[in-house]
T-cell receptor
């Protein structure tokens, strides 16, 4: 049983396309994190959100607490966006549940 | 920008040996975490640590694992008797002051158990 489910697992897009990655969770969470794992393995936090929507540059994250669902959108995708995007949900005790990741490849 | 620092970047050890993975979290952060990622698999939570105590741990974090903040800056993960299946990338992360902020990750320690 996966407490956090992501879709799609793999995604290939043409440069410039609008991309959406989805995350659904079944645990009671205090917030939801979107992470980016670079091809070299390093992990960077993109967003932490507990309600509504956040935007940073071309990235937008939304969360619907009632539906237990979050989305990460990338507008005007670029090859440098190619990475694995991971959704992570901590419970109120900060035990984290991770999605399996979405591997994104953006083709020039 | 402040960084979480992990050492060593690579560690090779023989099965049954003890290893200590080291992390220096960001100085004003209060919550510390260890995660691991076995090659080709998803990131897994090991443990969270706050106020010099473990606040949560996963089923993976059995008696072979321990964490310590020995000197107010370092945060260590010890594996007492390594097994082949402990081979993975181990990431340290921190956030704070409430634990409800973005996580800052170290660059990881690749542990190979032979």
């Amino acid at each position: 049983k996966n407490e956090v489910e992501q879709s799609p697992q793999n995604l290939t897009a043409q440069e410039g396309e609008f991309i959406t990655i989805n995350c659904s969770y079944s645990v009671g969470i205090s917030a939801l994190h979107w992470l980016q794992q670079h091809p070299g393995g390093g992990i960077v936090s993109l967003f932490m959100l507990s309600s509504g929507k956040k935007k940073h540059g071309r990235l937008i994250a939304t969360i619907n607490i009632q539906e237990k669902h979050s989305s990460l959108h990338i507008t005007a995708s670029h090859p440098r966006d190619s990475a694995v995007y991971i959704c992570a949900a901590p419970n109120t005790g900060n035990q984290f549940y991770f999605g399996t990741g979405t591997s994104l490849t953006v083709i020039p | 920008e402040p960084e979480v620092t992990q050492t060593p970047s690579h560690q090779v050890t023989q099965m049954g040996q003890e290893v200590i993975l080291r992390c220096v979290p960001i100085s004003n952060h209060l919550y510390f975490y260890w995660y691991r990622q076995i090659l080709g698999q998803k990131v897994e939570f090991l443990v969270s640590f706050y106020n010099n105590e473990i606040s949560e741990k996963s089923e993976i974090f059995d008696d072979q694992f321990s964490v310590e903040r020995p000197d107010g800056s370092n945060f260590t993960l010890k594996i007492r008797s390594t097994k082949l299946e402990d081979s993975a990338m181990y990431f340290c992360a921190s956030n704070g002051p409430s634990g409800q902020e973005k996580l800052f990750f170290g660059s990881g320690t690749q542990l190979s158990v032979l």
